[in-house]
């Protein structure tokens, strides 16, 4: 089921965000739209170049950040 968040100005699915140590971890093949849960907001996060944050909010009932980010492909480059 999908929603609509007037403040994020975003539909978002059901789905809870991520760990954000997970998406280093991710083999991303397409762009992909995703909430990051972090629970230490001062660490950076292992995001690629391309990747871009869309937009972030407290959870409070969490108590973590979590951030709407979409995560690119990576070019692997070609040794021929």
Do not use: C, K, Y
């Amino acid at each position: 089921m999908e929603r609509h968040d007037p403040q994020m100005g975003v539909e978002e699915s059901g789905a809870e965000p991520i760990p954000s140590e997970d998406i280093a971890e991710m083999e991303i093949t397409e762009p992909t739209l995703t909430w990051l849960e972090l629970s230490r907001p001062q660490q950076p996060i292992p995001i690629g170049e391309e990747d871009r944050v869309l937009n972030s909010r407290f959870n409070e009932q969490h108590d973590v950040w979590e951030v709407l980010l979409v995560a690119m492909p990576t070019e692997e480059e070609d040794d021929d």
